[in-house]
DNA sequence: TGCATTTGATGCGATATCGTATCATATAGT
DNA sequence: ACTATATGATACGATATCGCATCAAATGCA
C-alpha cells in the first residue's frame, strides 16, 4: 500500500464505508432478535417516539429518518396494523395526523432491547465501550452537519 | 434517559443508533448522484470490484457483504445487464461462476467517485475530518470483532 | 464405484422501498 | 372572498430484498 497522506475525500470515504459496515451488522444483529417479519426502520420508528418523543407526523418522521413519504407511511401501516401505534388527527392541520406510540409499542420495543441485551454484553465484554462513547460527540455533529445541509438545497453547492 | 451513569449497553445502543442515521445520510448523500435507478448495493459491489478483486464468485460477494446469497444474485443480474460486469464458469468448480468488472463498470465507477466529490468537500469544508479519521480506529475494531462474532464472514467490504 | 450429503446458484413468492400521480386541505396573492 | 399554489397523506406500479425450494455439481464415505 502506497501511503500518500489521505484527502479529506478519501477520509471521509473511508469513514463512510466503515460506518456502512457498521450499520449493516449491527442491522443484522437486530433483525435476528426481533420477532420474525419485523424490520430494523420499524423498531427504528418505535425507538424514535420514545427516545425523542412521539405525536409527531408521519412527514416529520419521513425527514428524520431521510426516508421518502410514501416509505413511512407504509412502516406507519405495518406498525398501526399491529396496535405498536396509533394515528389521530392532527388538530393544526385537516391534511396531516399524529403519530402516537401505543402501550404495546412500548412493551414492543422493550422487549426487543431487551433481547438484544445479551449481545450488547457480549460486544461489551470484548470490547472497551467507552471508546465508542468518546466517538460519540464527533459522529453527532457530523450527523447534525449533514442533516442541515440536505434540506435547503438538494443540488451541488459550490464554493 | 435517566441521568444515571449509562450501561455499556446503553452506550452501545445509542452508538449503534447514531451510527444507524449517518449510514441513512451517507446512502441518500451517494443515491442521490447515482444514475437514476442505480442503487448505492450495486454500486458498492462495483467498488468492492475494482478496490479489492475482480474475479471472485458471487457467494464470496454476498459474504463480503453480508447479504443473503438472493440478493447478491439479484444485484449481479442487474449489472450484468447493463453491461457492467460479466460472468465466466469457474473453471475450479463447475457450480460456480466468478465475477468480473468490465471496462464499461470501471467507467461507470470511476464517474459515479467523481460525481461524489462535491458533496465530499461540501462537508470536509464545514467539518473537520481529523475529527472522523481519529474515530477510525475504534470503529474499525468493533467492525472486526461484530465480524468476529457473526459466522464465518471474510474481509472487509467497500463502500 | 455408488450413494448420501454438502455447496453454489437461481426461480419464485412475499414484503419493503421508492417515484409518480392523486386527492384533500391549507396558505398566499389579489 | 376567490382562486392559484403549496403541502400532507396515500394509491399504485416498479424494483429491491430476502426466505424457501429446487437443481446441478462437488465432496465424503462405505
Known amino acids: 500500500m502506497p501511503d ?27 433483525e435476528a432478535r426481533l420477532p420474525p417479519g419485523f424490520t430494523l426502520p420499524q423498531f427504528s420508528v418505535l425507538n424514535h417516539l420514545v427516545r425523542v418523543r412521539d405525536g409527531r407526523t408521519p412527514l416529520d418522521l419521513a425527514r428524520a429518518f431521510q426516508v421518502p413519504k ?25 391534511r396531516s395526523k399524529c403519530v402516537f406510540i401505543t402501550a404495546a409499542g412500548r412493551d414492543f420495543r422493550q422487549a426487543a432491547v431487551a433481547g438484544l441485551v445479551p449481545d450488547l454484553a457480549a460486544i461489551a465484554a470484548t470490547y ?11 459522529l453527532a455533529d457530523l450527523r447534525k452537519i449533514m442533516d442541515g445541509m440536505r434540506d435547503p438545497s438538494p443540488d451541488p453547492q459550490e464554493f
Chains 1, 2 share one sequence.
Open 4 to 30: 500518500h497522506p489521505p484527502t479529506p475525500e478519501a477520509t471521509l470515504l473511508t469513514f463512510f464505508t466503515e460506518v456502512g459496515i457498521l450499520a449493516q451488522l449491527s442491522r443484522a444483529l437486530f
Open 128 to 138: 472497551p465501550v467507552e471508546r465508542l462513547a468518546e466517538t460519540l460527540p464527533a
Open 70 to 94: 410514501t416509505s413511512m407511511t407504509h412502516s406507519l401501516a405495518v406498525l398501526g396494523r399491529h396496535g405498536l401505534v396509533e394515528m389521530r388527527p392532527n388538530a393544526r392541520d385537516g
